[in-house]
């Protein structure tokens, strides 16, 4: 866990209830992010939200060690399954993937979504880039967006899927192979350069 949170989850465990308002800021971008994306925005985004931080903050108090940011994915996840099932709308790939990682980039990707001050063009490449994860089956999507939006490891990743961690390498291997065949040399320009940069 990181400094920043650690102190600010000292604090707010200590009373200080301001603390839990700096953490919920700390981690609104990946968090909402990843929801937002989750839901394929179809309006839950903000209730899921909330519902996370209402599990956590009931739970806050058994959190002891590892990474919190991880640990607020994992409630995610598990709240965007268990609306998506009530919904009849989920597709689980458990078992039915290979496990192969073959060629998988090791390395974290980058943001790549598009600076307020870019031009029209890069605009349309980052709404291509958000099509494409959108096209994603579900459990490759979410792979995809962990490591996009939080940076997460793939250990971590592995552990709130509840697959092993050559799973989840196949799964973004999966999405990266999506993504290069829908996007064609707009992958090469945006998603692979991010992946070179990371290794260099």
């Not at 839990?20 to 209730?47: H, K, N, Q, S, W």
């Not at 958000?130 to 971590?156: I, N």
């Not at 973004?172 to 998603?191: C, D, F, N």
Request: glycine share 8%; net charge negative.
């Amino acid at each position: 866990m990181d400094d920043a949170a650690g102190k600010l989850l000292e604090r707010y465990k200590q009373g200080d209830t301001d603390a839990l308002g700096e953490l919920v800021e700390l981690y609104r971008r990946p968090l909402y992010g990843f929801i937002l994306r989750m839901t394929e925005g179809d309006g839950a985004a903000d209730d899921i939200f909330q519902d996370v931080w209402l599990r956590a903050i009931r739970k806050i108090g058994s959190f002891r060690r590892g990474s919190f940011l991880s640990w607020l994915f994992r409630i995610a996840h598990n709240l965007v399954i268990d609306r998506a099932r009530r919904a009849g709308r989920i597709v689980l790939l458990d078992g039915g993937e290979d496990a192969r990682t073959d060629g998988m980039p090791e390395d974290r990707i980058a943001d790549t979504a598009p600076d307020p001050s870019d031009s029209a063009a890069n605009r349309d490449i980052g709404d291509r880039i958000k099509c494409a994860v959108g096209h994603l089956p579900p459990e490759q999507r979410e792979v995809f967006l962990m490591r996009f939006e939080a940076d997460l490891t793939f250990r971590e990743i592995a552990g709130i899927q509840g697959t092993s961690i050559n799973t989840a390498l196949a799964r973004m291997q999966y999405a990266l192979e999506k993504m290069r065949s829908e996007l064609g040399p707009i992958y090469y320009e945006e998603v692979n350069d991010h992946e070179k940069q990371k290794r260099d």
